[in-house]
């Protein structure tokens, strides 16, 4: 895939001779197995019969990376499968069963065994039958409906920074209006006009970046890795909850365990209908989640644990109370168990020496709603063992996370640099900006949802806690006036969505602006001195969330939290609902101009003044402003484990 990289790339020379194979004179057969995805499926769809092993996957997975299948897969797809069919496996990218390839037309026949001996016995029969080669690009196409092709132009609509869904849409309609070689031509201009596209490279830097995101530095290849067939959980709320889902569906045994009856049934109820609720939705059968019910039990005493191999602490965000559990796991969980912690911001290493066995212990920081968010922070303490480390990497693979490693500093990445965005966020509420035209604002630049409705859904408590937290560990800067609103909501009890009152007032689950919130900002102002404004630009809003957001991801590499840029992107896009068209916060900085940045950093100091150093640009930043040289010469490379 590093070929689309060239500025010179065309798919022409492979798509001629994907011609020059569909015009043989004699049989070529495709014999499949293993993952049959993109180039490798259009080169199948371009033989005259496709024989495929049972429990190969199929798919043409390009949509995900920007691009559309550009060997003539959009044309002869529907020649195979029909109009309808292929503009959702276009669309979607999603793999399929050769089983359902097979139903479909897509291949001709399932086998057994090895694929070179099935492949040579349906090249015999096809010659022992002497029928004329069946050549795709000549078959006509079963057209799809009309407002089946209008619902998918819709969809691409909605997603304006995902082009390449309308490019399928009009490679579709010409597979079905136009003939084969006129199609063949509204393919190749497509593909052009996506594949060197900014928000192709985007997607293809987030591809490459989750892979390598796995890949620790100085880590053995050969090192062990340590079994994980039992997991325990401590405190089954919000978090605990979702967490044990993940391990049911991987078919891991699960123990949950909760301080009094009534929190440990509620965690149990919310396991069993999150689950329940998936049956409804057809994604799995009653007689599946009644067997991942079987998988977990609920336990009052911590002695449940005992042979767990590994135990995850997911109480309340509280430092005393995490230390007391901690130095509880350390005691009853069995040698050679991994202790891993939940927390979102608390250090790691205080809470790995309260263990008494700092080598086992490690973060799990997972996101909410923990069963369906892909990111898993993986968060390594200075004692952290690399079998411990590795091990989790792996796990994370087996309940399909994203891992991404971080080293131990409040907040770790994410977190981190969300707290310059919510600072920000909460200064220009207080200098007259409303909640609604700042989420406006970095809604208009992709991102799922703006500051304001992610933290009135992710509970205003639950944000105004941790500063308090972080405030009595003495991490706030020496300033009343930081974070004053979400503390100031939380005393007055607008807890977000949950209680219809945050940021926004709420109807249903639907944000409407509240003047009272003005109120409440325009009295901090006061009492804070802080001068209001009428007119607060977008430009501005959107510089100064993000500015600070980016600033703060060169302090974290420099400092060596994060390995890579592509790390931070990771987090960001899988964690923060960043666009992933843009390639996350590091890749979208380049993009933008670290030169720019660093000028702009400037300008807010002088208008707005540095105080704290809000708006001092990190060293890293700075260097790689003032070179050519960009970030990927700031990309780290370090040795955390040699030998
Ligand atoms: P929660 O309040 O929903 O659940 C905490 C649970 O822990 C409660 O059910 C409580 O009864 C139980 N508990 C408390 N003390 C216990 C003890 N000594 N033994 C056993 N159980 C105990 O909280 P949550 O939102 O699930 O957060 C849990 C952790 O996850 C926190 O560290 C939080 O920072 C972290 N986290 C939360 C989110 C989020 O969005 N909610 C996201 C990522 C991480």
Not at 369 to 385: D, H, K
Request: proline share 5%.
């Amino acid at each position: 895939m590093r070929m689309f990289d060239d500025p010179g790339f065309t798919a022409a020379p492979y798509n001629h001779f994907l011609e020059r194979l569909e015009a043989q004179d004699r049989p070529v057969v495709a014999a499949l197995h293993g993952m049959v995805l993109g180039g490798g499926l259009e080169l199948a769809l371009a033989c005259h019969f496709r024989v495929a092993r049972h429990g190969t996957s199929l798919g043409l997975p390009e949509v995900k990376l920007g691009l559309i299948p550009g060997s003539l897969g959009t044309q002869r797809l529907p020649r195979l499968v029909g109009g309808e069919f292929a503009l959702d496996l276009c669309s979607s990218g999603r793999m399929i069963t050769a089983a359902l390839a097979n139903e479909k037309g897509l291949v001709d026949s399932l086998a057994d065994g090895a694929p070179r001996t099935f492949g040579l016995a349906a090249a015999q029969a096809l010659l022992a039958a002497g029928k004329p080669l069946r050549r795709t690009s000549a078959l006509d196409v079963v057209p799809a409906a009309v407002e089946v092709i209008n619902k998918a132009e819709a969809a691409a609509f909605k997603k304006p920074g995902w082009p390449q869904l309308a490019a399928i849409v009009r490679c579709a309609r010409a597979a079905q209006d136009l003939t084969y070689d006129e199609g063949k031509a509204v393919e190749a201009a497509e593909f052009a006009g996506l594949v060197h596209s900014p928000s192709s490279k985007a997607l293809r830097h987030l591809f490459f970046a989750e892979r390598e995101a796995v890949k620790i530095p100085g880590l053995p290849r050969d090192i062990e890795i340590r079994p994980v067939k039992k997991v325990g959980i401590v405190g089954a709320g919000t978090m605990g909850a979702g967490i044990a889902i993940n391990f049911l569906n991987a078919g891991i045994g699960t123990v949950v365990v909760e301080t009094d009856g009534d929190a440990l049934q509620r965690g149990l109820e919310m396991i069993r209908k999150t689950l329940e609720a998936n049956i409804a939705k057809s994604r799995i059968s009653p007689e599946k989640v009644a067997e991942r019910l079987q998988l977990v039990r609920g336990a009052l005493n911590y002695s449940a644990l005992a042979d767990c191999d590994l135990v995850i602490e997911a109480v309340f965000e509280n430092l005393a109370l995490k230390q007391q559990v901690c130095s509880e796991l350390g005691r009853v969980a069995k040698p050679g168990a991994i202790i891993a912690t939940n927390t979102s911001t608390l250090d790691v290493d205080f809470l790995a020496a309260a263990t008494g066995r700092p080598a086992d212990v490690i973060g799990m920081h997972f996101f909410s709603p923990a069963n369906i968010m892909r990111l898993l922070e993986v968060v390594r303490g200075a004692a952290t063992s690399p079998e411990v480390l590795a091990t989790v990497i792996k796990l994370a693979a087996t309940i399909g996370k994203v891992p991404v490693v971080s080293g131990v500093c409040y907040g770790f990445i994410g977190n981190r640099m969300a707290e310059v965005y919510m600072r920000e966020t909460e200064f220009l509420i207080l200098e007259g900006a409303e909640p609604v035209q700042i989420d406006a604002a970095v809604e208009s630049l992709g991102f799922a949802m703006g500051p304001c409705r992610m933290l009135d859904m992710a509970g205003i408590d639950v944000g105004a806690k941790t500063v308090i937290e972080y405030d009595k560990a003495g991490g706030l800067p020496p300033d009343a006036s930081y974070r004053s609103l979400v503390r100031k909501l939380f005393t007055l009890g607008r807890h977000g969505v949950k209680v219809r009152a945050g940021y926004y007032k709420y109807e249903g689950r639907t944000p409407v602006a509240d003047p009272e919130v003005g109120a409440i900002a325009e009295s901090l102002a006061a009492q804070h001195g802080i001068t209001r404004r009428k007119e607060v630009s977008r430009e501005e809003i959107t510089e100064r969330l993000l500015f600070p957001l980016i600033n703060e991801g060169f302090k974290i590499l420099e400092e060596g939290i994060a390995f890579r840029a592509g790390d931070i992107d990771v987090v960001w896009v899988a964690g923060f609902g960043f666009p992933d068209f843009k390639g996350g916060p590091m890749w979208w900085a380049e993009a933008v101009g670290l030169e720019f940045i660093a000028e702009r950093m400037a300008h807010y100091a002088a208008t707005l003044g540095n105080a704290h150093g809000y708006w001092t640009p990190a060293k890293l930043l700075s260097q790689r402003a003032s070179s050519t040289a960009g970030l990927s010469v700031g990309r780290r490379d370090h040795q955390v484990f040699v030998g």
